[in-house]
């Protein structure tokens, strides 16, 4: 693509890059994630209320502050013990300016179920494997990124070309407390005109990766409570409705026998066909330690990637009839299962209660009481957007590779917050992998993956000092209409 940094100075740009993958060549990186990872910032534990704080005041801010940005620690409206970090760095309020993100919070370590000489929080590299709780999930992702801004700051003499702000969360794997109501508060504060950052996993290890968004999901309960106290089984066997069976017909009517979905309000809209040209040459799986897909599972007539990137999923979390570790000769009073729908752009959520309703009062079923528990919205920015088309080529150039671009991921990051609340274009860079073991003991970063992700960042902080200025240009002169975008083609 026509003005990037490769093609207009490729040995400074090379340079830059250069710098940021000898930050892991010489053990520096290692040693900034190393005592980052040291930090144990289980956003469940509040216990862990004050590393919570630190990470931010004694890790991230000084990082950032290296950087010439000014920092500021903000608390959080919704819960206290999960702050937040705002940072800027002003070069001139008439440049384009970038929003990042990155969480410093991570799921509890499970210290006693990792592998013999490795724990949750001390860094342990074995080969390509570095274990360590958040290596993946997010400390070695924002790790990356600010190390790859520094080598490009110090390849550009101290000056980018645009500004940069930054909004750390430590609640995102409590589901992002009060993430929206702070930037909505801070909107001036963060106001940008491009969202770049990382999280989740790269479709592969090998292939660089891109996506735009992320499925929403809804959470809800179904809970069938006919009587007080269970009952004999052979007493009462036979004459008094089962719970448990009642609740076994309900899921059963939601999906069919192969996993599709059959209630019509919870359906998406049929794939756009930006999405599936996206999406024509990417390959779910095929990492070490992936699951082996059912091959007819799902929506018919949709590829694997499809079925979890560009359609909706309903599963069953958990259900729970009686105890099922100790079972008795009684039919239970109650039952219950937590459900979840991933859902693409398009799709109904909002109603997702009284659809479900509806459906069981049609089938019969209305012994069967939903209530939501969690939503969250799904997200995805046009695949045509001029920002797209820019960082794909920003990657490629530096990797000769053709990044995989994905819509929206499969599962869910916050972006509607930013996309939605700030309204921003919303680009994600992952640095991790699917087999990663993110959430579970022996979470890893493959070093490969760090090491060419330190490359892919400088890249892009590089290329947005020369394209930054033509791309907001050419998205207002896109908004303004057909003869403005000619315009600004030039």
């Not at 090379?14 to 990872?37: E, H, K, M, P």
């Not at 550009?156 to 750390?168: A, H, M, P």
């Not at 990137?309 to 039919?331: C, S």
Request: proline residues 7%.
């Amino acid at each position: 693509m026509a003005g990037l940094g490769e093609q207009t100075n490729g040995s400074a740009r090379r340079q830059a890059i250069d710098r940021a993958q000898a930050a892991y060549d010489s053990g520096r990186f290692l040693d900034d994630l190393t005592r980052r990872v040291a930090y144990r910032t289980e956003s469940q534990n509040p216990a862990q209320a004050d590393a919570m704080h630190a990470y931010l005041s004694d890790e991230i801010a000084p990082t950032l502050s290296r950087l010439g940005f000014t920092c500021r620690i903000a608390a959080n409206p919704l819960a206290e013990r999960v702050p937040f970090l705002i940072a800027e760095r002003i070069e001139d309020p008439a440049l384009p300016t970038v929003l990042t993100y990155g969480h410093g919070d991570v799921v509890r370590g499970y210290d006693e179920q990792w592998r013999a000489g490795s724990g949750p929080w001390e860094l342990t590299v074995e080969g390509d494997r570095w274990y360590g709780r958040g290596c993946a999930d997010n400390k070695g992702q924002h790790s990356v990124n600010f190390a790859a801004l520094a080598a490009v700051l110090d390849a550009r003499g101290g000056t980018l070309g645009y500004n940069v702000k930054v909004i750390f969360e430590m609640g995102e794997e409590i589901g992002s407390p009060g993430l929206d109501e702070i930037c909505a508060q801070e909107r001036e504060a963060l106001a940008s005109d491009v969202f770049i950052a990382s999280d989740g996993p790269r479709v592969n290890a090998e292939r660089p990766t891109v996506f735009l968004g992320s499925r929403g999901g809804v959470n809800f309960d179904l809970t069938v409570d006919l009587r007080e106290g269970a009952h004999h089984s052979g007493n009462w066997g036979g004459v008094l409705r089962n719970p448990a069976i009642v609740l076994a017909h309900a899921i059963a009517s939601l999906v069919d026998a192969d996993g599709a979905i059959v209630v019509d309000g919870l359906r998406p809209l049929p794939i756009p066909d930006t999405v599936r040209r996206a999406l024509a040459d990417i390959e779910l799986g095929g990492d070490e330690n992936a699951p082996a897909i059912d091959p007819e599972w799902g929506e018919p007539g949709l590829t694997p990637t499809e079925r979890v990137i560009a359609w909706n999923a309903l599963e069953v979390l958990a259900f729970k009839a009686g105890n099922p570790d100790a079972p008795v000769n009684a039919i239970p009073p109650v039952a219950r299962a937590t459900c979840q729908l991933r859902f693409v752009v398009g799709t109904d959520s909002a109603n997702a209660a009284e659809h479900l309703t509806a459906h069981f009062a049609r089938h019969g079923l209305t012994q069967v009481q939903v209530t939501v528990t969690r939503t969250a919205a799904a997200t995805r920015l046009d695949p045509e957007d001029p920002w797209v088309d820019w960082l794909l080529s920003s990657m490629s150039t530096t990797t000769r590779k053709k990044p995989a671009l994905l819509p929206n991921l499969g599962g869910t990051v916050p972006n509607d917050v930013f996309a939605d609340t700030l309204g921003l274009p919303t680009l994600w860079v992952p640095h991790s992998y699917p087999a990663c073991s993110q959430h579970a003991p022996n979470e890893h970063l493959l070093g490969s993956v760090a090491r060419e992700a330190l490359g892919v960042m400088a890249g892009v902080w590089w290329d947005l000092g020369e394209d930054a200025r033509r791309i907001v240009a050419l998205r207002a002169a896109r908004a303004a209409g057909p003869a403005a975008h000619t315009s600004a083609l030039g």
